[in-house]
């Protein structure tokens, strides 16, 4: 059973477009976060959501708009692709208010804006 | 501000070769170290997590270390094989941070035969 998953695992669009990625986590923790690994493999957190509240916003372009429905579900909503928006964006789940669990991650959604 | 180092960027060792990756942290106030391992066009793959009180962790040809106070980790790798080749990934959950982890650089490694 795969315990962070998201959709699609490729994405490519052109600029200007919208689009959204999806993930869920079958693994029961109360806390999702989006990460984005640029060109240089950096990875750095965007998002985190602690049962469907929003808990951390890392000085993100509004063109982002997270979306959480349940706490096993957040959607990342993209406006207005730009060129710079290229990258590997990971999902990823843990337990909040334990911080001695460990993080689950997703296998990653590559976008590319052309 | 959290930041995290890892050192080499890059290493290439023969099979067999025992390694050591180096991580390294700014601020002491963690509540756990986590390493990862990232192969090409995948996700990340938990390896290890390291408490904040704990001075290491073992897990078949692993073993990571701590010492928080110097803000310093280490992963070990024993025998090493090519099926370990992949960057490797360490990332601190400071406290305060609101349970998100924050990455190093990583190191690519390629064991080859």
């Known amino acids: 059973d795969t315990a962070v998953s998201q959709t699609p695992k490729y994405l490519v669009t052109q600029m200007g477009n919208d689009k959204s990625i999806k993930c869920e986590q079958n693994l029961g923790h109360d806390t999702m976060y989006w990460y984005k690994q640029d060109s240089k493999k950096f990875l750095k957190i965007m998002f985190s959501?602690?049962?469907?509240?929003?808990?951390i916003n890392e000085t993100v372009p509004n063109r982002f708009s997270p979306k959480s429905p349940d706490k096993a579900h957040l959607n990342l909503h993209i406006n207005s692709l730009e060129l710079g928006d290229s990258a590997v964006y990971f999902c990823?789940?843990?337990?909040?208010?334990?911080?001695?669990?460990?993080?689950?991650f997703g296998q990653g959604t590559r976008l590319t804006v052309v | 501000k959290q930041e995290v180092t890892q050192i080499p960027a890059a290493l290439s060792v023969p099979e067999g070769e025992n390694l050591v990756l180096n991580c390294s942290f700014t601020?002491?106030?963690?509540?756990?170290l986590q390493w990862f391992r990232q192969d090409p066009g995948k996700g990340l793959t938990s390896l290890l997590l390291?408490?904040?009180?704990?001075r290491e962790q073992t897990s078949g040809r692993l073993n990571a270390s701590l010492d928080k106070s110097s803000g310093r980790s280490t992963l070990y790798i024993a025998a090493s094989q090519p099926g370990d080749s992949a960057t490797y990934l360490c990332a601190v959950e400071a406290k305060g941070g609101g349970n998100k982890l924050t990455f190093g650089t990583g190191t690519q490694l390629k064991v080859e035969l």
């Open positions: 990823a789940s843990s337990v909040r208010g334990q911080p001695n669990t460990e993080a689950f």
């Open positions: 959501y602690n049962n469907k509240e929003l808990i």
């Open positions: 601020d002491s106030a963690i509540y756990n």
């Open positions: 390291i408490q904040s009180s704990q």
